[in-house]
């Protein structure tokens, strides 16, 4: 040990590891190897693919060429990065590019994306089980009241008693459980939640080199599903877009992400030159046809939907995705029960033009009815606005309004008029009406 080190123990410790000879190849602190375990376990990789994802991690983020000299807390604290990022994805591939536009809003419902091999393990094992077990997946069976995992060439111990259903059980019937089994023996979930933002904008290079812009479904996974975005600004997003080769229409319009994607979201309007930013807000962006076709007047919502309404094999007509403008002429910021609404509350509004009354008058016709889904409610500030300050400000009637949403018809006595399913609203703060509250109209003021 050097004489100027021999006051120090953090270097007198690094130099005296050094010289000490390497009788025996270093193991992985138990809990980062059991973390990579378990990681192996709900993705279906091997271990060794896992373990070396860590390594080329903490490699890349934190600049750790060595992991044998660093200290056992701090790599087991780095699995907890690594793997919170990644635990809704594989570890290899994710193929994230960068694109650039405006959030517009979100989809009402949240789906499971892995409803599709659910259904066909159960619909596999149903129909063959010969063909089943050929997948490699699993049968659930009690043993000593204990679940085992029967698959073509094994029986697995879950450690799992069976006085509860298997944790990553899928139910066939009654108390019988399929399971998916990755190739190194483990059971595995195939749940994963999701909801659609809509996303107007492109690839970060498209967009700089063309300014060609789409709409797009950005699925945000599980707890993303419930957090809040910020819609009309713009920002950059890191994502995984629809491989080259695909020939499915709907997934061709997908941007993947996997939970914890909303707090990588950057908001900002650094990706366009300082004369072009006026161009990013939303009462240029969202409206003006040189940028895209999804802009329709209220007055003509009614040719909208007819002439680009689409009919499910139900019969069921639905309305295009458009963006628009109007001023608020009613609205009310209660909630009332909705049946058809995934936490049964909806909110309205109605919006009107000077175009719309000019060709309807003062009638019904004069303004569109607006529908509000809880989840857009609460993810989106849909009767908020936030002002030169960044705070959020509740706005009154008479507030002009950039709104995204799918056009619909609606009866009433005897006529059809046109509505608007609300996915997204952005208030411009210099066209809002801040709303004035009644004062304070507690009791116990008087006590």
């Not at 990579?36 to 600049?63: A, M, N, P």
């Not at 043993?143 to 008693?161: A, L, N, P, R």
């Not at 033009?353 to 500030?381: I, M, P, W, Y």
Request: glycine residues 8%.
């Amino acid at each position: 040990m050097t004489e100027e080190n021999k006051m120090n123990p953090f270097m007198g410790m690094k130099e005296q590891q050094a010289m000490e000879p390497q009788l025996q190849v270093k193991e992985l602190p138990d809990e980062v190897r059991e973390r990579i375990k378990k990681h192996s376990e709900r993705t279906g990789e091997t271990y060794d693919d896992v373990k070396e994802y860590y390594l080329t991690s903490i490699k890349e983020i934190f600049s750790c060429d060595d992991w044998e000299v660093e200290d056992e807390d701090l790599l087991i604290d780095w699995t907890e990065s690594v793997f919170v990022q990644s635990r809704k994805g594989s570890t290899q591939g994710s193929n994230t590019s960068v694109w650039v536009g405006h959030f517009l809003g979100v989809d009402g419902k949240v789906g499971n994306r892995g409803e599709g091999l659910i259904n066909w393990l159960i619909r596999t094992f149903r129909e063959s089980p010969n063909d089943f077990f050929a997948t490699g997946n699993g049968h659930y069976e009690a043993k000593e009241g204990m679940w085992t995992i029967k698959t073509q060439d094994s029986v697995i111990d879950t450690g799992e008693s069976t006085e509860n259903p298997p944790s990553v059980g899928i139910n066939v019937g009654g108390n019988d459980y399929v399971a998916f089994v990755s190739k190194n023996g483990y059971a595995y979930s195939r749940d994963e939640m999701g909801r659609y933002s809509w996303f107007l904008g492109h690839n970060k290079d498209v967009f700089q080199e063309t300014g060609d812009m789409a709409l797009w479904r950005v699925d945000m996974k599980d707890d993303d599903t419930q957090r809040a975005i910020r819609v009309g600004e713009p920002c950059m997003i890191q994502v995984m877009p629809p491989k080259d080769d695909e020939t499915n229409d709907f997934r061709k319009t997908i941007l993947n992400t996997r939970e914890g994607f909303v707090d990588t979201i950057q908001y900002t309007n650094d990706f366009v030159d300082e004369d072009e930013k006026k161009l990013l807000n939303p009462s240029t962006f969202w409206v003006d046809s040189r940028f895209h076709d999804y802009f329709v007047p209220l007055e003509d919502f009614d040719d909208a939907f007819r002439t680009k309404k689409e009919v499910t094999a139900q019969g069921n007509a639905f309305g295009p995705l458009v963006t628009t403008k109007g001023r608020v002429v009613r609205m009310s910021t209660e909630s009332r029960e909705s049946e058809y609404d995934e936490d049964g509350r909806s909110y309205s509004f109605s919006i009107s033009s000077q175009a719309l009354q000019s060709n309807k008058g003062v009638g019904r016709g004069s303004e569109v009815f607006c529908n509000v889904g809880s989840a857009v409610h609460d993810l989106t500030n849909v009767f908020s606005f936030r002002d030169a300050d960044g705070e959020l400000m509740e706005y009154a009637e008479g507030t002009v309004l950039y709104l995204f949403g799918r056009v619909g018809m609606m009866q009433s006595n005897g006529e059809e008029y046109p509505k608007l399913k609300v996915m997204g609203v952005y208030a411009n703060p210099r066209l809002a009406r801040r709303r004035v509250g009644g004062g304070d109209t507690d009791t116990t003021q008087f006590r």
